[in-house]
């Protein structure tokens, strides 16, 4: 078996230090193999760095997926040329920096394939996610049955519908992006784990990571704000996926939402 901690959007500052202070043990308490983070986000909320990154490397994470954020710090672009743990959305330009995706290796017959998708719906203009999973899929197919999606996209329903379009195809689709945690985890039909969305990690006195009192005044009043990460109210947003690499199926999908301050 294959057992996967997966963190949704790491959020700032405040995502970091409380994913690096939790990641042992609870990589010990759900007996991980793999630790794996949504990263768009980790650098002040918007964008990645090599400092913050290679922190979270440090820390125990094994591998990263992307998101239509994951390019907004300029240094941050670099780092992405020659990082090959990062996955960019498959569906964004060939020519967008990142790995298309990434493999992790237990063992020789124990393999994980890390895929980012985003949507279409309400999110910047990317190709088909059905359409390009259709066409890389029987490649990634030909390394490992086990396969972990991150579905970074705004609309419940659209991740809904990819996850029935691929019930059985792969191992588990995992919604991030709204960086709010759903109550509907479960094994779909034909054996793949699904979640609208895993949740943010992060300070969650907040709004999506922001502070509140920045996004209420800009709501009240239409005019320019700049956006800082918020700091209090804590969490962890996670899931652990256990899954058979002999067939890809999921076994179990465990929802983990930790309050610490």
């Known amino acids: 078996m294959i057992k996967v901690l997966f963190f949704g959007d ?13 990641l042992f043990a609870l990589k010990k308490e759900f007996k991980a193999d793999f630790c794996i983070a949504n990263c768009e986000n980790i650098a002040s909320g918007r964008g990645i760095t090599e400092k913050t990154v290679k922190e979270l490397f440090e820390a125990g994470i094994d591998a990263f997926t992307g998101g239509n954020h994951l390019w907004d710090k300029k240094e941050g672009i670099p780092y992405l040329n020659k990082e090959k743990r990062i996955a960019k959305p498959l569906n964004y330009p060939e020519a967008a920096l990142g790995s298309p995706w990434y493999i992790l290796e237990k063992n020789p017959t124990e393999k994980l394939a890390i895929i980012c998708l985003t949507g279409q719906v309400f999110m910047q203009p990317c190709d088909s996610p059905f359409s390009v999973i259709d066409r890389y899929l029987p490649l990634i197919q030909k390394e490992t049955k086990a396969i972990l999606i991150d579905f970074h996209a705004e609309a419940t329903g659209e991740k809904r519908t990819l996850g029935f379009y691929l019930d059985g195809k792969v191992s588990a689709i995992l919604g991030t992006h709204t960086h709010i945690q759903t109550a509907d985890e479960e094994i779909l039909p034909s054996g793949t784990a699904y979640i609208s969305d895993v949740g943010m990690n992060g300070a969650h006195d907040s709004i999506i990571g922001v502070k509140k009192e920045l996004i209420l005044q800009k709501t009240r009043t239409g005019m320019p704000i700049r956006f800082e990460p918020a700091s209090t109210g804590n969490q962890i947003n996670a899931v652990m996926v256990e899954i058979d690499p002999e067939t890809g199926k999921a076994r179990e999908i465990i929802r983990i939402r930790r309050k610490l301050d």
């Open 10 to 22: 790491i959020f700032g500052r405040s995502g970091r230090t409380i994913v690096k202070a939790e």
